[in-house]
């Protein structure tokens, strides 16, 4: 009997997918990630020998590991196909080391897609372990666990335990910092806006306003008494069209996705978090089970900075927009877009493996999470090779005692790619304009009205998830397989919390970054964390050794870390309160943000004399159905988030109402009844319904997906505890534990860490 070849992956979804397209002769199975790692409980890093590394294998991954040691043995080719990155070449390394894998037997191959083509090609030609990737790999992770595995004991003395530092959440840390500390020192600086509303003298036919603009340049109109002399001076002259100017403007497509604008627009459009959208990537890309096709890969790698596009999909593109939209909407020749300099070029941009799986055509095949995101990128993608979309605009200059009014409008003419796709914004849309007369130059006008108002500037906007992605990546701060955990990480350490989708600064936050500022000064510098990448990248293209560079590194980060310790010898910094305006319902006290093991929640800082705690509550749309008070969201100290009405802890029994819920108010109320309509609490899309019995679109409690409290559930719960109902079901796992092995996991007490993100 011949024997087998094994292909290993990472996950047991991809292997399903890659196992149904080679067939017999190949035994596809997961490592499930990392099989070995640096040790969890010392740093594993020997600087005196030269960066030598204590790799020791994962635990919990021992019968893994066994099984693969047992297939390999009777296998006679090996092929390593983890992801086609720096992590995933490593995880490749760490494999043969592991399985004790001769060169000679060892094959890599990667799948920028994970289609039959790709996959039987790969396979067909595959090369050898790249070790400038590897070492990359390995000098990154020996940077975040000296920076990290160093500097967060001085953390956890100094000011608390559970704290972490590292180049990359350090420094994001310090952007929403320097934001938030941007939006405190502002100054509001006032400036007045003056718009007149003209009409035509002959024909007296259309309206139109027009906003003040200046002289032969741009004015600003910083009081009250600039304006009004404006306002005077016009009133009492004619008006007259300046200038008509009309063209065609056309606006290109946006490029194809990368990992960071795909992390934007995701949370622009859909309101998922980077993390959640790379979760979702990742679903997408090893494949879903399709009716009538079994397991299909339906993107490509979706952790890349390039913006390259092979030939083979800008051609099925063009086909298909000629097919279904007609040649008006291909611009003749593929769109090629050049990818920023530093980038790596390794894969191509994201877009679908195959353009001819629309997404209405797979819509049920995919959860409401998937099709989004699946719609998002095939429509970006689409979009990207279509004609350019024509607009007719118009621009009016007028004149008045010298002074120019300026009125504009545009109007599409031709779609183009916004057939398809229109590019998400991290600003508030502009108000839509009004369309303009057919005005001729020197025509007459006559003032109808003019509308004068104070305003005062705004200072910066708070960072939201995509914004700080952005921030990072046009910095140069990590790469695209870091931006999603970075973010988890400063929220998980409560560095920064998030207010509606604004990120903000806690004074944990404020106080850590500031140490970081004073005594690792490089750490969080942007230039130097930049320039780091930067290296890495040249480790990777084989230009420079890898141990060279951590050798470099550490002479200097090792003295900064001697001097902070002798600076902070006997010091202990304290983290101010972060006061709320939540007044202590027992002694008046305005009640301060705490930490517990189930995160933040309020407390009267009057302890021990006060010890009132309560939940931190978030109004939410709508009103209570009961007595329409509103709805607020709180969480209960397992973590559960749940709505209830304000006066649900009333002292006032008149007052009092009990309405409590799982389900999620939004904002739009029943059409039939006028009530706030509620939507299934969870990931992914879900259509609203109405709770109003007595309503005709009321949806019963065991229609909605889950099961409801008991009236007995109904009942206020204790102070800062969730409405009681049956216990939601666990999280799916990787892999299950059998009994014996569970109970033993649950008495063995977890290792302490310290991380980088």
Not at 139 to 166: E, F, H, M, N, T
Not at 443 to 450: A, H, N, Q, V, Y
Request: aromatic residues 8%; proline residues 6%.
């Amino acid at each position: 009997m011949a024997k087998s070849n094994l292909v290993i992956v990472e996950s047991p979804a991809k292997a399903k997918t890659i196992g149904k397209y080679l067939g017999p002769g190949y035994e596809v199975k997961a490592s499930m990630g990392h099989v070995r790692d640096l040790p969890k409980s010392k740093i594993g890093v020997d600087v005196e020998r030269g960066f030598a590394l204590d790799y020791q294998p994962i635990k919990g991954k021992e019968e893994v590991i066994d099984d693969l040691k047992k297939s390999a043995k009777k296998s006679e080719k090996v092929f390593l196909a983890t992801d086609p990155d720096r992590e995933g070449e490593a995880i490749s390394w760490h494999l043969k080391e592991m399985l004790g894998l001769s060169d000679e037997k060892t094959y890599r191959v990667t799948f920028n897609e994970i289609t039959k083509k790709v996959v039987g090609d790969s396979i067909a030609h595959p090369r050898a372990l790249d070790m400038d990737l590897v070492n990359a790999q390995q000098a990154r992770r020996v940077l975040d666990r000296l920076v990290g595995y160093q500097i967060s004991p001085l953390l956890w003395k100094k000011i608390r335990r559970g704290l972490s530092a590292g180049r990359v959440q350090s420094v994001a840390t310090r952007l929403v910092c320097e934001r938030e500390a941007e939006i405190r020192a502002f100054v509001p600086q006032e400036y007045w806006s003056l718009d007149v509303e003209l009409e035509r003298v002959a024909p007296n036919l259309g309206r139109f306003k027009a906003a003040f603009y200046g002289r032969d340049k741009k004015m600003e109109l910083n009081s009250e008494d600039a304006v009004t002399a404006v306002a005077q001076a016009v009133q009492a002259a004619p008006f007259t069209v300046r200038g008509v100017k009309r063209q065609d403007k056309q606006r290109n497509p946006a490029p194809p996705f990368i990992t960071s604008t795909l992390q934007q627009e995701a949370s622009r459009k859909l309101n998922m978090t980077p993390r959640r959208t790379m979760s979702v990537a990742q679903q997408l890309y090893e494949g879903v089970d399709l009716e009538g096709e079994g397991t299909v890969g339906l993107i490509t790698y979706m952790r890349t900075d390039s913006l390259r596009l092979s030939d083979e999909a800008t051609a099925a593109a063009r086909d298909f927009i000629l097919a279904r939209y007609g040649s008006d909407y291909y611009p003749g020749k593929p769109r090629v877009y050049k990818t920023k300099s530093g980038a790596q070029d390794a894969h191509e941009a994201i877009r679908p493996s195959d353009v001819r799986l629309t997404p209405e055509d797979i819509r049920k095949d995919l959860t409401a999470e998937q099709y989004r995101l699946y719609k998002l990128i095939w429509s970006r993608f689409l979009a990207c090779q279509m004609a350019s979309a024509v607009y007719d605009s118009v621009a009016i200059e007028v004149e008045s005692a010298g002074y120019t009014f300026r009125a504009n409008h545009s109007a599409l003419k031709f779609s183009g790619y916004t057939a398809v796709y229109v590019e998400g914004r991290d600003e508030d849309e502009e108000a839509p304009q009004s369309p303009l007369p057919d005005l001729r130059e020197g025509e007459g006008l006559r003032l109808l009205k003019s509308d004068r108002e104070q305003h005062f500037t705004q200072p910066p906007t708070r960072y939201t998830e995509a914004t700080l992605v952005k921030a990072l990546e046009e910095k140069g701060i990590g790469r695209p397989s870091t931006y999603a955990p970075t973010i988890s990480t400063i929220m998980d350490r409560e560095y920064v919390v998030k207010e509606g989708k604004y990120l903000r600064t806690t004074p944990l936050g404020e106080v850590v970054t500031g140490l970081m500022k004073d005594k690792f000064t490089d750490i969080v510098d942007t230039a130097f964390t930049a320039h780091m990448e930067e290296q890495l990248d040249e480790v990777e293209a084989g230009k420079v050794d890898w141990k060279s560079l951590l050798s470099q590194f550490y002479g200097g980060f090792e003295q900064e870390l001697k001097k902070a310790e002798q600076d902070l010898d006997g010091e202990r910094i304290k983290v101010p309160d972060e006061v709320s305006d939540v007044i202590c319902p027992k002694c008046g006290r305005n009640l301060v943000y705490k930490s517990g093991r189930f995160g933040r929640f309020l407390a009267c800082p009057g302890w021990p004399e006060c010890d009132h705690t309560q939940p931190i509550v978030i109004e939410m749309p709508g009103k209570c159905p009961k007595c329409g008070g509103r709805i607020l969201k709180k969480t209960s100290k397992r973590g559960y988030a749940y709505y209830g009405c304000e006066f649900n802890s009333s002292k006032d029994e008149a007052k009092k109402c009990d309405f409590m819920t799982w389900d999620v108010p939004v904002k739009e109320n029943c059409p039939a009844c006028g009530q706030t309509l509620f939507k299934k609490s969870g990931r992914g899309f879900k259509k609203p319904f109405c709770i109003n019995p007595a309503c005709p679109n009321f949806l019963p409690e065991d229609q909605r997906g889950y099961k409801k409290k008991t009236a007995e559930a109904a009942e206020s719960p204790a102070e800062g505890a969730p409405p009681r109902e049956e216990k939601k079901p666990p999280a799916k796992t990787a892999a299950r534990k059998t009994p014996a092995k569970a109970k033993a996991a649950a008495k063995k007490p977890a290792a302490r860490t310290k991380k980088e993100a």
